[in-house]
């Protein structure tokens, strides 16, 4: 069992910066891959960006590349994602999500593949 809790959400004016975090327990970290979605009232959960095992590889969505950025500690079992130049858009409960896989350079980007979920934070952006 993965325990994941994420933290850093809040409100931020568009074009403002926030850092989420997401802090893992019960599991040997550098054993899943980790990903980022997000769920806007009355839409489906969208990924937003996935990171390998090792950190080797990293993916975003297209809303979001070259905005938001992941990144993982693997000492401190934390993921992150660095979210710049916000859009009211990009409002919405954020989700972090681990998978078990046993190579080391594969992202997921398919919700369906991760194993365990974080509660969320909220984040809104306002115009």
């Known amino acids: 069992q993965v325990q994941l809790v994420e933290s850093g959400g809040g409100l931020a004016q568009a074009g403002g910066s926030l850092r989420l975090s997401c802090a893992a327990s019960?599991?040997?970290?550098?054993?899943?891959?980790m990903g980022w979605f997000r769920q806007a009232p009355g839409k489906e959960r969208e990924f937003v960006a996935a990171?390998?095992?090792?950190?080797?590889?990293?993916y975003a969505a297209d809303s979001v590349k070259g905005r938001f950025t992941i990144s993982r500690d693997n000492v401190k079992n934390t993921v992150y994602l660095q979210m710049n130049s916000l859009k009211p858009e990009d409002t919405a409960v954020y989700y972090c999500?681990?998978?078990?896989?046993?190579?080391?350079?594969?992202?997921?980007?398919?919700?369906?593949?991760?194993?365990?979920w974080g509660q969320g934070t909220q984040v809104t952006v306002s115009s």
């Open positions: 019960g599991r040997t970290f550098s054993d899943y891959a």
């Open positions: 990171i390998s095992r090792s950190s080797s590889r990293t």
């Open positions: 999500a681990a998978k078990r896989t046993y190579v080391s350079g594969h992202y997921y980007v398919n919700r369906y593949e991760y194993e365990y």
